[in-house]
């Protein structure tokens, strides 16, 4: 089973943000980055719950829901950044954690 690194997970979702939100970026990167942090941590918990035989697939589903969510709020708090482009943000990080993520839970977390 493959191990989570914080650094690269976190890497890999700002430059999918960044790439995603262009011109909005420079805008709502410190609190994206922070969200995204968040989100790579609860991954790398979800892994270790997930090691220690102590969250579901259905559970850790639910947290990666809630952190979605959370970051959904965080995007669209930028004036300007509407719906499609927070939701199309999200799906583009989740994409370039996608392999990884779910090669370390092994199953399909993302």
């Known amino acids: 089973m493959a191990k989570l690194d914080f650094n690269v997970l976190l890497g890999n979702m700002v430059n999918a943000a960044k790439d995603s939100l262009a011109g909005n970026w420079p805008a709502i990167s410190n609190l ?63 994409d370039a954690v996608k392999t990884a993520v779910n090669a370390a839970l092994g199953f399909p977390l993302i």
């Open 32 to 94: 994206a980055t922070t969200s995204l942090k968040t989100l790579a941590h609860n991954l790398i918990d979800i892994e270790q719950m997930r090691i220690d035989g102590t969250i579901t697939p259905e559970q850790a589903n639910l947290l990666v829901d809630m952190q979605k969510n959370a970051l959904k709020t965080v995007l669209l708090s930028e004036e300007g950044l509407g719906l499609l482009a927070a939701e199309a943000a999200i799906n583009a990080v989740l």
